[in-house]
């Protein structure tokens, strides 16, 4: 929901002086303190006469790239971890334009990847009649890609970037196998398999197999 002390963002900037332009920010680390307070060095200081875009990405890392010249991120080879709590969440910033100087700059970041939840519920056409709950054994998904790339086309109407991944074939992603989940009948809120899972973006194929067994 926020950023915490440690994360670090990447940012690149352009200084616009009189038509002429030039880099201010390349690949430049920027680190939450804490508090929402962010730093980074040396210090850069505003020109009256100047205005600046910026461009940011989270997180920090050898694998981002930005092209100065098409003003468009890539990432490479990023791979998804299997455990949730592992995972790495990939977000783009709104980009900056014409911004003034001596004003605080805030990034509105976007996600570049999905968001996936599974859970499990008694369909409302089911017979549940003598039957207290529904318990899931083990619930699995294999035949996912863990591993992709990501090529930025553009920037829209709104300065959110657009953009497609490209998955690796040959990975895999190994989901921890879920057990002992339970669903009581006549609950309106189903009850949680996997949550808050962060997959890479990909056209699912027959190789993508959901395995579950419960008992009533």
Not at 68 to 79: A, E, N
Not at 126 to 149: A, P, R
């Amino acid at each position: 929901a926020t950023f915490v002390s440690g994360d670090q963002i990447e940012v690149y900037g352009f200084q616009n002086t009189d038509g002429d332009t030039g880099k201010i920010f390349n690949k430049q680390l920027v680190s939450n303190t804490g508090q929402e307070i962010w730093s980074y060095t040396p210090a850069k200081y505003w020109e009256k006469s100047s205005t600046y875009d910026f461009y940011a990405v989270y997180p920090y890392a050898a694998s981002n790239s930005f092209d100065f010249d098409t003003r468009k991120f890539s990432i490479t080879d990023f791979t998804v971890a299997n455990a949730a709590d592992d995972q790495v969440d990939l977000m783009i910033a709104k980009q900056i334009t014409d911004h003034q100087p001596f004003n605080v700059v805030n990034f509105e970041f976007s996600h570049i990847l999905s968001n996936i939840n599974f859970y499990v519920k008694a369909s409302s056409d089911f017979n549940t009649d003598g039957i207290k709950s529904i318990e899931v054994v083990s619930f699995d998904v294999t035949g996912l890609y863990s591993k992709g790339s990501f090529a930025q086309t553009g920037w829209n109407a709104n300065n959110v970037f657009t953009g497609a991944w490209t998955a690796d074939a040959t990975s895999i992603y190994d989901l921890p196998e879920v057990k002992n989940a339970e669903y009581s009948i006549g609950s309106t809120k189903a009850a949680d398999l996997a949550t808050d899972l962060l997959l890479l973006p990909q056209q699912i194929n027959d190789n993508a197999i959901l395995t579950i067994k419960f008992k009533l």
